[in-house]
């Protein structure tokens, strides 16, 4: 199977660069991944789609604004980091620009001095090891000082950065939004469960992993960075109530179908644990508790197109993707959503 068999042609400006002003406004093309059929709707339908009974999983993953502007001690120089990983004990392993001239030894600056650093190790990959200095607690340090690590094909400052979270995040450390679930409002979740669809909260902290080129010509030879993951005995028990009475388990994003994927046993039993997940689905994976999936359009040669390829069919997907050209949907994080079933 070759990374080039999940390529499609995408017009850059189909890219969505800034949120639509109403989260649920975005359209949502629907998938009938046994028979092919598609249908065009709007995202506010989906109380439409999932039936009472049925389980929503929500990843409540929160992005940290982990982006950092600062300088280079004593040279000036400007400098970015990226947290990817705490370390713990103050050190992050992160992403920093320019890498050759943050080697180790060298220290940073960041806001005025508010936050100081120095990077003290390198991973094979290049990624560094910084070690963080500051006074009172690192995440509000972070809250005035970080940016939202928005990915590299938004070229428009992000007005909001809440716009940038789902309603229900809670739990920080992703580096990347889970960004399936940015359509969702308070008063669609609530739609939902008046309509009697349960909703089940899982734990997935996106690392930029998830978002790496595939490089590799066979997908066999890619290799996924590992992110963690965890399921709550409230989760396990709705998961397990779900597929008892013959509900269905919806996902909400990728990396809550990577999650139960991870966490499920052979028989798609559910207990509470916690784990690193390195899980890559393509096809040929045999799904052991995902029913339907909500998700966004994805990158040309992705890991995520191959997972959603996974669940529909390669075929179908690539159908599926060219028919939202034509139509002219938006793509990518702040694009519009599909739904699988």
Request: proline residues 4%; glycine residues 8%.
């Given at each position: 199977?070759?990374?080039?068999?999940?390529?499609?042609?995408?017009?850059?400006?189909?890219?969505?660069?800034?949120?639509?002003?109403?989260?649920?406004?975005?359209?949502?093309?629907?998938?009938?991944?046994?028979?092919?059929?598609?249908?065009?709707?709007?995202?506010?339908?989906?109380?439409?789609?999932?039936?009472?009974?049925?389980?929503?999983?929500?990843?409540?993953?929160?992005?940290?604004?982990?982006?950092?502007?600062?300088?280079?001690?004593?040279?000036?120089?400007?400098?970015?980091?990226?947290?990817?990983?705490?370390?713990?004990?103050?050190?992050?392993?992160?992403?920093?620009?320019?890498?050759?001239?943050?080697?180790?030894?060298?220290?940073?600056?960041?806001?005025?001095?508010?936050?100081?650093?120095?990077?003290?190790?390198?991973?094979?990959?290049?990624?560094?090891?910084?070690?963080?200095?500051?006074?009172?607690?690192?995440?509000?340090?972070?809250?005035?000082?970080?940016?939202?690590?928005?990915?590299?094909?938004?070229?428009?400052?992000l007005q909001d950065q809440e716009r940038y979270q789902t309603v229900y995040s809670r739990v920080n450390g992703?580096?990347?939004?889970?960004?399936?679930?940015?359509?969702?409002?308070?008063?669609?979740l609530r739609a939902l469960q008046d309509k009697g669809v349960n909703l089940a909260y899982v734990t997935l902290?996106?690392?930029?992993?998830?978002?790496?080129?595939?490089?590799?010509?066979?997908?066999?030879?890619?290799?996924?960075?590992?992110?963690?993951?965890?399921?709550?005995?409230e989760t396990a028990d709705l998961l397990n109530r779900t597929r008892e009475t013959g509900g269905r388990i919806?996902?909400?994003?990728?990396?809550?179908?990577?999650?139960?994927?991870?966490?499920?046993?052979?028989?798609?039993?559910?207990?509470?644990?916690?784990?690193?997940?390195?899980?890559?689905?393509?096809?040929?994976?045999?799904?052991?508790?995902?029913?339907?999936?909500?998700?966004?359009?994805?990158?040309?040669?992705?890991?995520?197109?191959?997972?959603?390829?996974?669940?529909?069919?390669?075929?179908?997907?690539?159908?599926?993707?060219?028919?939202?050209?034509?139509?002219?949907?938006?793509?990518?994080?702040?694009?519009?959503?599909?739904?699988?079933?």
């Amino acid at each position: 199977m070759k990374t080039h068999d999940f390529y499609y042609d995408l017009p850059p400006e189909l890219i969505a660069q800034t949120p639509l002003e109403r989260r649920d406004a975005s359209r949502l093309l629907t998938l009938n991944r046994e028979t092919g059929e598609i249908a065009h709707r709007h995202f506010y339908d989906i109380a439409e789609l999932i039936q009472p009974g049925d389980c929503l999983v929500l990843n409540d993953s929160r992005v940290l604004p982990a982006r950092l502007l600062g300088h280079r001690v004593p040279t000036g120089g400007a400098v970015e980091v990226l947290l990817l990983k705490d370390e713990g004990g103050g050190v992050w392993e992160c992403l920093t620009k320019p890498g050759r001239k943050t080697h180790t030894g060298t220290e940073l600056s960041f806001g005025d001095g508010e936050l100081t650093a120095t990077v003290v190790g390198e991973r094979d990959d290049g990624n560094k090891l910084v070690q963080f200095h500051y006074e009172g607690i690192f995440l509000e340090v972070l809250e005035r000082l970080g940016k939202m690590p928005l990915p590299p094909y938004i070229k428009e400052e992000l007005q909001d950065q809440e716009r940038y979270q789902t309603v229900y995040s809670r739990v920080n450390g992703s580096a990347a939004a889970p960004t399936a679930g940015l359509h969702f409002t308070p008063e669609l979740l609530r739609a939902l469960q008046d309509k009697g669809v349960n909703l089940a909260y899982v734990t997935l902290h996106v690392g930029l992993g998830t978002f790496r080129p595939v490089k590799a010509e066979e997908v066999t030879e890619h290799h996924m960075h590992s992110e963690f993951c965890m399921i709550s005995q409230e989760t396990a028990d709705l998961l397990n109530r779900t597929r008892e009475t013959g509900g269905r388990i919806v996902c909400v994003g990728t990396t809550s179908c990577r999650t139960i994927e991870s966490l499920a046993d052979e028989n798609g039993h559910f207990a509470a644990r916690s784990a690193w997940t390195d899980i890559f689905i393509y096809p040929g994976y045999r799904f052991k508790a995902m029913d339907a999936l909500i998700t966004n359009f994805h990158l040309p040669e992705s890991t995520l197109v191959m997972l959603v390829s996974a669940f529909a069919g390669r075929e179908k997907i690539l159908n599926a993707y060219r028919i939202a050209v034509q139509e002219r949907y938006r793509f990518f994080s702040f694009g519009d959503a599909m739904y699988i079933y």
